[in-house]
């Protein structure tokens, strides 16, 4: 019986562990995503800046 509840614990570590790791990966996955988009208002912004100039 003791083996089983060792298993039961290990099993429950294991799913946390998990929705831990996924919890990670989108938050993540949002902040690149944030990150880009930025990225691409400023390419924009400097674009317009340089037809501005020439």
């Known amino acids: 019986m ?6 039961t614990w290990l099993t429950v570590l ?4 998990g ?3 996924m919890g990670a990966s989108i938050w ?3 902040q690149a995503a944030k990150q ?3 990225n ?9 800046a340089s037809r501005v100039k020439s």
């Open 14 to 17: 294991a799913l946390v562990v």
């Open 2 to 7: 003791k083996e089983k509840n060792w298993l």
């Open 28 to 30: 993540l996955s949002a």
């Open 36 to 38: 880009t988009q930025r």
């Open 40 to 48: 691409s208002q400023l390419a924009g912004q400097l674009y317009q």
């Open 19 to 21: 929705f831990v790791a």
